[in-house]
T-cell receptor, first 114, second 116 residues
Framework: AQSVTQLDSQVPVFEEAPVELRCNYSSSVSVYLFWYVQYPNQGLQLLLKYLSGSTLVKGINGFEAEFNKSQTSFHLRKPSVHISDTAEYFC????????????WGLGTSLAVNP | KAGVTQTPRYLIKTRGQQVTLSCSPISGHRSVSWYQQTPGQGLQFLFEYFSETQRNKGNFPGRFSGRQFSNSRSEMNVSTLELGDSALYLCASSPISGQGGNSPLHFGNGTRLTVT
């Protein structure tokens, strides 16, 4: 069975600093990987996804993530954060193909301070 | 295109009562998934409906039920409410069945249920 671990529950950072949110997964087979973001008082929206191909995936709002198969990781990065990036970030995994359930991490709360 | 609409946004109920939450998916989306979000448990999958049929189900008691109508709108019902049912309930729509494939989930803003 697949599982997802987000290594940091909270990440405080100053505005314009770089940030990395860490996600490790466990699976004996290939998986699809996703990052979703939840802004305060809103639902989730997709930031980026890895299905296959290039291991560096670029998403919306300047975020990118790198798939590392040997380390079973899919860390999310942004070189310079803004106050508006303050949100909850969720990593998720599924088996390839359609009609698949997502397995979610518990989330990382990113707090960007001025 | 209108997004996913959930009503109501906020709800306060008493233990033992029942509640019905509504979700209108994006036009053309036939799949609706429901999640319970709490600070301690994160996102917990409740169930998914696709073309009026339940396709997947999470590990929740039978007090939690749902249905989907022919226009793809979905409702979720919780009977005999318990204090622990207090949570943000999110629904998400997709044009295809499942949540992890090529088509991303589109979430509504949720219904905040408080049970007293």
């Amino acid at each position: 069975a697949q599982s997802v671990t987000q290594l940091d529950s909270q990440v405080p950072v100053f505005e314009e600093a770089p940030v990395e949110l860490r996600c490790n997964y466990s699976s004996s087979v290939s998986v699809y990987l996703f990052w979703y973001v939840q802004y305060p008082n809103q639902g989730l929206q997709l930031l980026l996804k890895y299905l296959s191909g290039s291991t560096l995936v670029k998403g919306i709002n300047g975020f990118e993530a790198e798939f590392n198969k040997s380390q079973t990781s899919f860390h999310l990065r942004k070189p310079s954060v803004h106050i508006s990036d303050t949100a909850e970030y969720f990593c998720a995994v599924s088996l390839p193909g359609n009609n698949r359930k997502l397995i979610w991490g518990l989330g990382t709360s990113l707090a960007v301070n001025p | 295109k209108a997004g996913v609409t959930q009503t109501p946004r906020y709800l306060i109920k008493t233990r033992g009562q029942q509640v019905t939450l509504s979700c209108s998916p994006i036009s053309g989306h036939r799949s609706v998934s429901w999640y319970q979000q709490t600070p301690g448990q994160g996102l917990q999958f409740l169930f998914e409906y696709f073309s009026e049929t339940q396709r997947n189900k999470g590990n929740f008691p039978g007090r939690f039920s749902g249905r989907q109508f022919s226009n793809s709108r979905s409702e979720m019902n919780v009977s005999t409410l318990e204090l622990g049912d207090s949570a943000l309930y999110l629904c998400a729509s997709s044009p295809i069945s499942g949540q992890g494939g090529n088509s991303p989930l589109h979430f509504g803003n949720g219904t905040r249920l408080t049970v007293t």
